[in-house]
């Protein structure tokens, strides 16, 4: 091939990388997208919820077995 033939096939796939490199490079710099939305947020304020409830009742039943008050139906080891 010659060299005149050659120029303008190397600008074009030029021309092609810069439109690919800009693409890859605006989707990383793109803003981050809004917060969640109101579904997730109600959601996630339930599940907070749950928790909190789950560690009360931890505490609680911690509370009770260090103070030896929890009496729970002892299995007799020699019963089948």
Known sequence: MEAWTIIPLVGILMWGAQGIARAIFAHRAAPPAAGPDEGVRTELDALRQRVAEIEERQ??????LARGSYDAPRRDPDAS
């Open 59 to 64: 505490d609680f039943t911690e509370r009770m």
